[in-house]
């Protein structure tokens, strides 16, 4: 199955180069306006969790003129509704309204929703993955044409996993796996799933960094100051680019010894690709 090309950004930013996706309630205007001034990659206006449903049509026509009046250059999105709530049909209709890059799909099960709000919305899809069954269906959403990207929702995982909230994360490292793994083989991105603790910057830390090892491209967050913790951490260090940069300067072809180990250029392509990231967040 072919994939759908990714819809250019404005500020040419692949989705595989962003760190930081941070969630911002489409029902609060001072919460919007902060994020213009924000260091995050991504905005996701959401329409979801974190507005109550008595307040979600103002929070439609938020989002549309949020939208339209930008944020910096950088790349945006509209969380809906899930399919089966009475607000999935109206979020769709202002997510097509809207000029957003891209519509936030939460508790995607099976290909066939994604393919559904592709087709409405005409935005290109991130899909969330937070049941049982969409794990066990991540590889055809992944391949599904309009689906640029996949989201761990973690809190749902854990929840319908009946894992404890105060287990730790390796109780659900299949389940993150399976989600990588999935985005790699369908060439879309894929993006951790938020910390819930506000006053745990060593967590979190720790947690950006056990899920850059892990192969996510960024994070998702939930507050303005966890952006520079998620954005350190997917961020080449200076030593790392250097590092990178004589690798690939000193490589002439084939196997070769360097630095004390053998390089080709596949090692060549991974130095290029670290090279370009880091590039990509010079300020």
Do not use: W
Request: charged share 25%; aromatic share 4%.
């Amino acid at each position: 199955m072919k994939k759908a090309k990714e819809k250019p950004e404005s500020n040419g930013l692949p989705l595989r180069l962003v760190r930081t996706m941070l969630f911002v309630p489409a029902s609060r205007p001072r919460a919007i306006e902060k994020a213009r001034t924000l260091d995050c990659d991504f905005i996701i206006l959401d329409l979801e969790d974190s507005v109550l449903p008595e307040d979600r049509e103002n929070a439609r026509r938020a989002a549309i003129e949020a939208i339209r009046a930008g944020f910096d250059g950088r790349p945006c999105a509209i969380r809906i509704n899930p399919e089966g709530s009475p607000d999935h049909g109206l979020d769709m209709v202002a997510a097509r309204t809207a000029a957003s890059h891209y519509v936030v799909v939460p508790k995607v099960i099976d290909a066939r929703q994604a393919h559904d709000v592709h087709l409405v919305t005409k935005r290109n899809v991130i899909a969330m993955i937070e049941s049982p069954t969409g794990i066990v269906n991540v590889q055809s959403i992944a391949r599904e044409p309009g689906v640029v990207a996949l989201m761990a929702g973690v809190n749902d995982l854990r929840r319908s996993l009946g894992v404890p909230p105060d287990a730790p994360r390796s109780s659900i490292s299949l389940a993150l796996q399976s989600i990588v793994l999935a985005a790699r083989a369908a060439g879309v991105a894929a993006f951790d799933g938020v910390y819930n603790n506000l006053e745990d910057p060593e967590g979190l830390a720790r947690e950006c960094e056990e899920g850059r090892q892990m192969g996510f491209d960024g994070k998702s967050i939930i507050h303005p100051s966890h952006i520079e913790i998620a954005n350190n951490a997917f961020s080449p260090s200076g030593p790392a680019v250097e590092q990178a940069r004589n690798l690939v300067e000193a490589f002439t072809g084939g196997a070769q010894r360097y630095d004390g180990r053998m390089i080709e250029a596949m090692h060549v392509e991974e130095a290029k690709a670290l090279i370009e990231r880091a590039e990509a967040h010079r300020r």
